[in-house]
C-alpha cells in the first residue's frame, strides 16, 4: 500500500481508503448500499489492515448514526491502528438545530460521533456540506475549541464549492484557526468536474481530496454495458436517483475503452477506473466501499501498479467534457493557458 500526506499536513494516508457507508443499512438510500453488521465489519476491516489501508470513513447521516456505532464495534481493541474520519452538518432531524454548523450543532454532533464511534478523539472530522446562515467565524472557532480540546486532530470539508472553501481558508489564515486539509469530493471518469475548480485551488492551498464514489454511483463496476438493462441487484435501481447525474452514452462510450484496457492490462475494469483517479493531482486518498469480501478485495487490486501515460490518455479523451465558463479557455485557447496552465 502506497501512502501520501494529507493535504499539506503531516499526516500520512493511504492510497486506498475504507467507506463505511454500508454499514447499519438503515433508510431507502442507505440500506440499499449494503446492511453490514458488527461481524461483517470486522471481518472487512481485517482485510483492510492485512492490505495496509489506515483510514476509515463514515458520516453521522449514514443509516442514521448506526454506520458510525458499527465501524466504532470494529475497531474496538484496534483503535490505535486506524484513521478514523466522519461528517458532520447534514440534517439528522426535524428540529431547528439539528442541522447544520452552528456552535451548538458542531459542540453536540461531536459529542455523540464520539459516543457511537466509542472512541474520545475523532482523527478527521469533516463538514459534510457548506452552512450558509453560519458565520464562517463561528464555525472556525468551534473548531479550534474542538481541536484545542483533542476531541479532533484535523478537519476538513466536503461538497463544498470553490468560494465556500477558499472564504473558510482565509478566515482560518487570518484568525489563526485550524486550516482545512481534506476536501471530500466526488470524482471518477464519468463526473470530473472536481478539475474545473476545486482540483486548482486543492493545488494551491494545500487541500488534499479524498474521493467518494471513485466507480460513478456503481455505474463503472463492468456490468453496466451499452444495449444492456441494470443487472438484477444493482443498488442502482434504488439509489440513481440520490446521485451525481450521468450521460448515459458518454458512459457506454468511457465503458467501451475501460473494457479494452482490462484486456490488456488482466486488470478489472473498476481497478483501471481507481487506478486513472490515484494517478490526478491532489488525490490523497481513493474512498473505497463494499458490501462483501468479493469486492473489497477487487478494489483492492486498484494498487500495486498503474496504467501507462499512453493509456492514461485514452481514458482522459473520451472521459473529457466541456468546462463551464469562465474555465474553459484555459483549456481551449492558448493564450489563456500560457498564462495560467490547467493542473490536468
Known sequence: MEYRRLGSSGLKVSALSFGAGTFGGK????????????????????????????LFDTADVY?????????????KGRREKVILSTKISLPLGDGP??????????????EDALKR??????????????????????????????????????????????????????????LGYPRYVANQVYYSLVGRDYEWELMPLGLDQGVGALVWSPLGWGRLTGRIRRGKPWPEGSRLHHTAAFGPPVDDEKLYDIV?????????????????????????PTVSSVIIGARNEEQLRQNLGAVGWSLSAEQVARLDGVSATTAPYPHFPYYRQEGFARINPPPV
Open 27 to 54: 433508510g431507502p438510500l442507505f440500506g440499499a448500499w449494503g446492511t453490514t453488521d458488527e461481524t461483517e465489519a470486522r471481518r472487512l476491516m481485517d482485510i483492510c489492515l492485512d492490505a495496509g489501508i489506515n
Open 63 to 75: 443509516s442514521e448514526g448506526a454506520s458510525e456505532e458499527v465501524l466504532g464495534a470494529a475497531i
Open 97 to 110: 438545530n439539528d442541522a447544520g454548523s452552528s456552535r451548538s450543532r458542531l459542540i453536540k454532533g461531536v
Open 117 to 174: 464511534l466509542g472512541t474520545d478523539y475523532i482523527d478527521l472530522m469533516q463538514l459534510h456540506a457548506f452552512d450558509a446562515g453560519t458565520p464562517v467565524e463561528e464555525v472556525l472557532s468551534t473548531f479550534d475549541v474542538l481541536v484545542r480540546s483533542g476531541k479532533l486532530r484535523y478537519v476538513g470539508v466536503s461538497n463544498f464549492s470553490g468560494w465556500q472553501l477558499m472564504k473558510s481558508l482565509g478566515v482560518a489564515d487570518r
Open 256 to 280: 467501451d475503452v475501460l473494457e479494452v484496457l482490462a484486456e490488456e492490462t488482466g486488470k478489472t475494469v473498476p481497478q483501471i477506473a481507481i487506478n486513472w483517479i490515484l494517478q490526478r
